[in-house]
């Protein structure tokens, strides 16, 4: 299968706790994007990273890329209700875009 | 305008309807893409058009049939669906030679 693996499936945290979760390919990338999907609806691009990258910052995300273990991580700081929700990696080359299996985060009151 | 519109929000359909699903946007953008998703799975890609050409078929059963017939709208013809191609239908674009998808909500299609 083209599609990485990410962990965790699932993840339960409470509010105001740090939610990493990862991500591994098997192909080669030139960049490598996270977008997130509330409850069945479309997709959100939170940030994109570039294989000449080892880390990037977005507000409360941060993403790094490790291309010699061929995964990645995406950090929420401080997380909140709204961030209840699945994260997806993905990575493409020219026109093909793949997405990971995805981590379902739930955020605890 | 950034946005991508998917219309209808929800389907159903018997499995010998046809329908079909329609996407638009208005942001310039020449790739466009189908993707399929089933509850607590992935988006699965489907196609994918290139300045209104299909550049990308992911060996889709032939009972979806792609059209784009400009450069700001993208079709979905069904016919002869079965009840296993119930799922959430998504539309994307991104601008040609661009890494960042634009994602419509979807449609939520049910084949009975």
């Known amino acids: 299968s083209q599609q990485g693996e990410e962990d965790p499936q699932a993840l339960s945290i409470q509010e105001g706790e740090n939610a990493t979760m990862n991500c591994s390919y098997k192909t080669s990338i030139n960049n490598l994007q996270w977008y997130r999907q509330n409850s069945g609806r479309g997709l959100v691009h939170l940030i994109l990273i570039r294989s000449n990258e080892r880390e990037k910052h977005s507000g409360r995300l941060r993403v790094t890329l490790d291309t010699s273990k061929k995964s990645s991580s995406l950090l929420i700081t401080a997380s909140r209700a709204a961030d209840t929700a699945s994260y997806f990696c993905a990575r493409g080359s020219d026109d093909k875009i793949i997405f990971g299996k995805g981590t379902r985060l739930h955020i605890l009151p | 305008d950034t946005e991508v519109t998917q219309t209808p929000k929800h389907l159903v359909m018997g499995m010998t309807n046809k329908k079909s699903l329609k996407c638009e946007q208005h942001m310039g953008h020449r790739a466009m893409y189908w993707y399929k998703q089933k509850a607590k799975k992935p988006p699965e890609l489907m196609f994918v058009?290139?300045?209104?050409?299909?550049?990308i078929n992911e060996s889709v059963p032939s009972r979806f049939s792609p059209e784009c017939p400009n450069s700001s709208l993208l079709n979905l013809h069904l016919h002869a669906l079965q009840p296993e191609d119930s799922a959430l239908y998504l539309c994307?674009?991104?601008?040609?030679?661009?890494?960042?998808?634009?994602f419509g909500s979807g449609t939520q299609l049910s084949v009975l």
């Open positions: 994307a674009s991104r601008v040609a030679g661009g890494e960042k998808l634009f």
């Open positions: 058009y290139s300045y209104e050409k299909l550049s």
